[in-house]
């Protein structure tokens, strides 16, 4: 006897089709297709200006598209249905969509006179109307994972880049949402303290089935957390595969051009800081 299975494949939770963003007639995303699947970790690497930010802005509805369309969860981003048509999104239909997706920046934007518990309870207290003691409580299991735990009635000025990006990353994860934006999270700190913010990823990576997409200039970072990697040059995708295949096995001479010249960056970097330390 045979049985009939159904496999259904997952339905991807974001989708770009033919996206294209232009900036006073100039265009920086060109027709842009992107499937990004449950759980699904992507790193996007490529040149300054290439688009990278761009890319995330549009989904954390930072940014409009000038053509093309955004699903999440299979609901239009920037249009939604009134009276059986499809009309552009009003605040509230972004603000119900913009819920399901966290963003941590490369400046942290954390509110200046909260302490660390209230930044990271804030927005459950006044988005979600969550009452305060179940907030506080979801908070600090959240400080607790990214190891504040003992900074949690300190002041944002009181902590360094990496403990206030830490915030910022509880800050995003506290909202449970079902994709994370990491935009360029490490560019803003001093070397010694990107570890610890990259580690900090990482264990949410291993950890959790999050999806997300990280624009990223630390490429070892990339090739240990993504099941995905995305070039970007000139306003599209270039290439993408696995980090075997695009670190490995380069194809286009744009990304080999890139590797290469980010190869010597690293090699200098390397050379100085070996240099200073032998100074000192
Ligand atoms: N609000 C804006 N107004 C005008 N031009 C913009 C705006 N935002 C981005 N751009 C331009 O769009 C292009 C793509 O920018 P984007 O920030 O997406 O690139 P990126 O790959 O993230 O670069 P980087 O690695 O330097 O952050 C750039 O030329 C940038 O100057």
Redesign the pocket.
């Known amino acids: 006897m045979s049985q009939n299975i159904q496999t259904s494949l997952p339905e991807p939770i974001v989708r770009y089709r033919n996206v294209t963003k232009a900036?006073?007639n100039?265009v920086?995303?060109k027709q842009l297709d992107l499937d990004i699947m449950p759980g699904e970790k992507i790193a996007l690497i490529?040149?300054?200006?290439?688009?990278?930010?761009?890319?995330a802005?549009l989904l954390m509805t930072l940014?409009q598209p000038t053509s093309g369309t955004i699903e999440v969860n299979g609901e239009m981003l920037w249009h939604m249905e009134h009276k059986g048509k499809l009309v552009p999104a009003n605040e509230k239909h972004l603000h119900r969509m913009r819920s399901s997706i966290g963003m941590v920046f490369q400046h942290f934007n954390l509110f200046p006179h909260m302490t660390i518990l209230r930044n990271v309870m804030e927005a459950l207290v006044h988005v979600r109307k969550m009452p305060k003691q179940q907030a506080k409580e979801r908070a600090l299991e959240l400080l607790h994972q990214v190891g504040l735990q003992h900074h949690t009635k300190h002041y944002p000025a009181q902590l360094s880049g990496g403990q206030k990006q830490r915030v910022a990353i509880a800050r995003a994860l506290v909202m449970q949402p079902q994709i994370l934006l990491f935009?360029?999270v490490t560019s803003a700190l001093d070397p010694e303290l990107v570890g610890e913010v990259l580690d900090v990823i990482k264990g949410i990576a291993d950890k959790k089935d999050t999806a997300m997409l990280l624009?990223t200039?630390e490429m070892d970072f990339a090739r240990d957390v993504a099941d995905r990697i995305l070039f970007?040059d000139g306003?599209v995708i270039v290439e993408q595969g696995t980090p075997e295949q695009i670190f490995e096995n380069p194809q286009s001479p744009r990304l080999r051009a890139f590797l290469t010249r980010f190869l010597k960056e690293r090699q200098y970097e390397l050379a100085s800081e070996t240099a200073a330390a032998g100074v000192q």
């Open positions: 900036f006073d100039r920086v995303l490529g040149p300054s200006g290439s688009g990278k930010t761009t890319i802005r940014e935009d360029e624009i200039h970007t306003g």
